[in-house]
């Protein structure tokens, strides 16, 4: 009798906190309800797995995204993205018969996922930062090395011709520094590129799906109508749903990789069910230009302008 008494005043002190840290508890507009699962039953499955704190991890990938509506969590996924299989719940319910053992572990799931996942709400936008953070800094070493690599030869040199001093200035050695500084001289401009929009590159390895935007406003805080060629970016190059990201207004070129299409659309919200980092939730307007909404979703590559 307390561990239910206690198990009770666990759910409803996790209920409190739900409501009070988790802004995603009533479904987005970028949702697609009927090509997906119920957004409750999924929602309810992310808070009881603690996807907020797995981001960037490989149960992320296999566990937190929406099934298709068509797919079931017993068929299509592990048995640990299902809640019912969570070691809580089975030390949480040692104590009852194995037939009650069903019942404590749906209802205790929620109850441990409420409590964890406030604070990493609130951490997941500086993870999402740090990913950009990491990319500018990546080209910094080649051009710290390459001065190295160009150092060495004057000593080098210097050592090699000691008898006549003039002669070290006029030899071979300074025409190689300007070399490797006149190669590097385009990945730094390369790198001020990135900067301002992740860069240039190609992303790869996304998908592409679509929303209606039924006149609710995106993350970035503004209404478009559906024909408006915009897009959802996900959620952990977005940063904090909350706020208008600096990625709000940049321009991302689409192209469907199955029939070479391409469309340009402009980023006006956060995407919190995309596959991937590299997948785009597009308008409807801005996916019927590069497939159907029968094909419903499809592999895409992108970069922003």
């Known amino acids: 009798m307390f561990t239910l008494i206690a198990l009770a005043t666990l759910a409803l ?22 090509y ?30 929406p099934l298709l509506a068509t797919e079931s969590l017993e068929k299509d996924r592990p048995a640990e993205c299902n809640p019912a299989n969570l070691p809580v719940c ?9 037939s009650d053992a069903p019942a404590p572990s749906s209802s205790v799931a929620p109850v441990h996922s409420s409590s964890v996942v406030p604070p990493p709400s609130s951490s997941a936008a500086p993870s999402t930062h740090a990913a950009p ?16 690599v160009g150092a060495e030869p004057p000593k080098v040199t210097s050592s090699a011709a000691p008898s006549s001093s003039p002669a070290p200035p006029k030899s071979t050695p300074p ?20 900067a301002p929009a992740s860069g240039n590159s190609v992303n790869t390895g996304g998908f592409g799906t679509f929303f209606y935007q039924n006149g609710v406003a995106g993350a970035c805080g503004k209404v478009n109508p559906d024909t408006a060629a915009i897009v959802a970016i996900d959620q ?12 709000c207004g940049q321009q991302v070129l689409i192209t469907n990789t199955n029939n070479g299409k391409t469309v340009v659309a402009v980023v006006a919200d956060d995407c919190p069910t995309c596959t991937n980092a590299n997948s785009i939730d597009m308008s409807v307007g801005a996916f019927t230009q590069i497939a159907t909404e029968e094909e419903g979703e499809v592999p895409i590559s992108w970069v922003f302008l």
Do not use: W
């Open 13 to 34: 002190s996790a209920v409190s906190v739900n409501g009070l840290a988790i802004p995603r508890e009533i479904k987005p507009a970028t949702y697609s309800e009927g």
């Open 36 to 65: 997906l699962e119920n957004y409750q039953v999924y929602h309810e499955r992310y808070m009881a797995l603690d996807c907020e704190d797995q981001h960037n991890t490989s149960f992320f990938t296999s566990c937190c995204h």
């Open 90 to 98: 089975e030390s949480d319910s040692p104590a009852p018969t194995s």
């Open 133 to 148: 953070a990491s990319s500018t800094h990546a080209p910094a070493p080649s051009p710290a090395a390459a001065e190295n």
């Open 175 to 194: 025409p190689p520094p300007p070399a490797p500084t006149t190669t590097k001289a385009a990945p730094p401009a390369t790198t001020k590129a990135a």
């Open 236 to 247: 952990d190059r977005y940063g904090n749903s909350g706020n208008a990201s600096p990625l």
